[in-house]
C-alpha cells in the first residue's frame, strides 16, 4: 500500500514541469544550508552546556573559603591547607 517507485518518478516529473530544474537546484542548496546550519547551532548548544557543567563542577570543588578541593580524594581536605605543606 506504500508509494511505489513509478509514483515517485510521475511526481518527480511533475514538480520538474512546474518549478524547472534551476529553481530546484536552488531549493536543495537552500535546504542544505538550512540543515547546515542547524547542525552547527546544535553541536554549539551541545558545547554551551558541557562547558558550564564543567564550570559547576569546578565551582562545586570550592568551598566558602577558597580551598580548593581533590575532586577524586575520598576525604575532604582542602589542596591548600598547611597538612599538604612539606615541614622544615
Request: glycine fraction near 8%; avoid cysteine.
Amino acid at each position: 500500500m506504500g508509494i511505489s517507485i513509478w509514483q515517485l518518478l510521475i511526481i518527480l516529473a511533475i514538480v520538474l514541469v512546474i518549478f524547472g530544474a534551476k529553481r530546484l537546484k536552488n531549493v536543495g542548496s537552500d535546504l542544505g544550508g538550512a540543515i547546515k546550519g542547524f547542525k552547527k547551532a546544535v553541536s554549539d548548544e551541545d558545547e554551551k552546556k558541557a562547558q558550564q557543567a564543567e564550570e559547576l563542577k569546578l565551582e562545586e570543588s570550592e568551598d566558602k573559603k577558597g580551598n580548593v578541593y581533590d575532586s577524586q580524594a575520598t576525604e575532604k581536605k582542602p589542596a591548600n591547607s598547611d597538612e599538604t605543606k612539606p615541614k622544615v
